[in-house]
Structures are given as C-alpha cells and as structure tokens.
C-alpha cells in the first residue's frame, strides 16, 4: 500500500479548504438603512442579534445618510448592488423604488399592520411609523409655535435646522407637509421661513446633533424623539410642538432587491419585521411607533408624547408624479 506524503497530504488539505470553507460559511444578508438604525444606541445590534439566533446566517448593515440616499445609491448601482434588503424607504417613495425595477414581492402577510389609515403593498414591509414634528428646547423656547403658521412667520432671529428633502426622508416629509397645507402658496411660504433657517442637512443625524448640542433652538424631527429624552436621559426639557394644522404621517418600509443571493433569507428577514422580536426594539431603539399592535405597553413616556388630532399625508402617486417639480419650487425659495 502506497503511503501519502506529508506534502502531498499538506496539498490536498489547501486544495479541499476552501470548498470546506464555502460550505460552512454562514450566509450573509446585506441590509441597506439610514446611518442612526446601525449604531449601539440604535434598533440594529438588537434586530442583528435576534435575527441570527434564529437564521443561522449573518446580517450585515450598511448605514447611508437617509432614507432618499438608500434609493439615490440603488438607482446608481443598479444591478449590481450587493443590497439584499432596503431598510429605511417611506411611503411616499413608493412608486419611485418600484420604477427602479429592483424589487421583488414580499410575499408577507399584512394583516398584522395597525398603521393610521392602513397599508396594503405587495413589494414593501412597513416596520415603523411617527409623525414629523419640531422639537424644541424649552430652555431656549418660551413660546413654542403652535401651528406651522406660527413657524413660518416666527421670530427670525431664532433659528432652525431642516433637512435636505433631496437627500432625507423627515426633508422629504417637510416638503409634503408645506405641500399639504399650503398648496400653490408653498414656494412664497417657503421663502418666508428661509430666513429662519440655520442650515439645511443631508440628514437627520446632523440636523439633530445640532439641536443637543445648542447650536439651534428647534429642529425639525420627530413627535416621539421627546421621549428619547425621557426615557435615557431623565429629561424632558425637549419637547414637540403641537400644530394646529396636523402633523404629517410618514411610515418607514423595507422591500427585498431582486437581485439578492439569499432570496428566501431576505423573504424570512421582512417576515421577521412584523414579529415581536423585531416590533418590541422599535420604541425605544428606533424612537418610532411599531406598525403592528404592541405585544407589550409602550413606556409611559410614550404616554406624555404629542397625539395629532390630523395626520396629514399626500398620495405616493401625486409625490412621484410632482415631487421634482415641488423640489426645484423648494431650491428657488431657499435661493439654491
């Protein structure tokens, strides 16, 4: 009997490694989101730990500025993006994700949803949902604005941070809300409040750090950011401020690319969404509403949040069809 060589044994084990390697390998799903979801302080490590105890797989995040820039980089890659999951698009948005043609169904059952006015897609998931609203600090703000009226011809010495509506969702969504309230007196509106803003962001993170560290007095964010506050710092020192005319809904979906290598992972992932595991991290990592029924009470500073009497929304058709124009009326006024 011919006995192998110590190199010939050294050889075959490099040329089986990597085939060894291939088959236990972990598959990895690739998950496009906004930058704030990825962070320790943010839902992702606890939607990551969740979903490998029961995937056997590795879930792998990419944090991009905002929601608008997670459709801005899939338009661009096209294809050939390594996404398997968008995590972080809005309603809205919609119809323009879908005419990108990367999105395959998601083949979940949305009976579970508990959206104000309800959501029904067969492409995308919602996970989360809030109103827009400005934040303020009361140190600072003795008389918060009580409509977006009072906003627009507020005092414009004290000002605000927005962000883009080219590059953000909460921008987008305050594109659609002046839309919403003012209509074809949007451009004049916008020009007015122009000279009570600070900046305008690529994103939320920006514009919010600006705000905690007292560069702005009101920044445009969020009805549940307040409770953040709350709840890890022991303040309530900032608060939103209720408007008159409503405060504009904005739900936060996610949708499996077409062109992902784990088809039915990233179909389990948006599966995954709606359960406990995942909607019970939403309120206090996401400082959202979960889109589905909570499984337990929210926290009582859940309780001390604004509730809009009005949520305002436009259509996701009217948006794709008008939103560059509405754009372009926004960069005039803004002298852009």
């Not at 803003?197 to 950011?225: H, N, Q, R």
């Not at 179909?267 to 969404?273: E, K, S, W």
Request: charged share 20%; with cysteine; proline share 9%.
């Amino acid at each position: 009997m011919l006995r192998p060589t110590l190199a010939g044994l050294t050889l075959a084990l490099a040329l089986l490694a990597p085939a060894f390697a291939q088959e236990t390998a972990k598959p990895v799903l690739t998950v496009y989101t906004y930058e704030s979801f990825v962070p320790d302080w943010g839902p992702g490590p606890k939607v990551k730990a969740a979903f490998e105890a029961e995937c056997a797989c590795e879930l792998r995040f990419v944090g991009l500025e905002d929601g608008v820039a997670i459709l801005n980089r899939l338009k661009l890659e096209g294809e050939t993006t390594q996404a398997d999951i968008a995590l972080g698009l809005t309603a809205e948005l919609v119809p323009e994700f879908k005419k990108t043609g990367l999105f395959a169904p998601s083949g979940v059952d949305l009976a579970p949803l508990a959206i104000p006015g309800g959501f029904s897609d067969e492409v995308f998931v919602p996970f989360d949902y809030s109103y827009l609203a400005f934040v303020y600090d009361t140190e600072s703000v003795k008389t918060p604005p009580a409509s977006l009226e009072d906003l627009v011809n507020g005092d414009p010495d004290q000002k605000i941070a927005i962000e883009d509506p080219r590059t953000s969702t909460p921008g987008l969504g305050f594109l659609l809300w002046m839309k919403s309230v003012y209509g074809d007196r949007a451009e004049e509106k916008w020009r007015t409040l122009s000279r009570r803003i600070l900046t305008v962001t690529p994103g939320w993170s920006e514009a919010y750090g600006l705000f905690t560290k007292g560069e702005v007095p009101i920044v445009l964010s969020y009805t549940t950011s307040p409770a953040y506050h709350q709840i890890e710092e022991g303040t309530d020192r900032y608060k939103a401020a209720a408007f008159s005319e409503g405060h504009y809904l904005q739900v936060e979906l996610a949708g499996r690319l077409r062109t992902s290598k784990q088809p039915e992972l990233a179909q389990r992932f948006l599966a995954f969404m709606l359960t406990p595991a995942f909607q019970n991290v939403i309120p206090t990592g996401n400082w959202a509403l979960p889109a589905t029924k909570p499984a337990e009470p929210l926290p009582p500073a859940f309780d001390t949040l604004v509730q809009p009497a009005k949520p305002l929304a436009i259509d996701a058709e009217t948006v794709a069809v008008h939103r560059q124009a509405w754009t372009e009326e926004w960069l005039r006024a803004m002298g852009r």
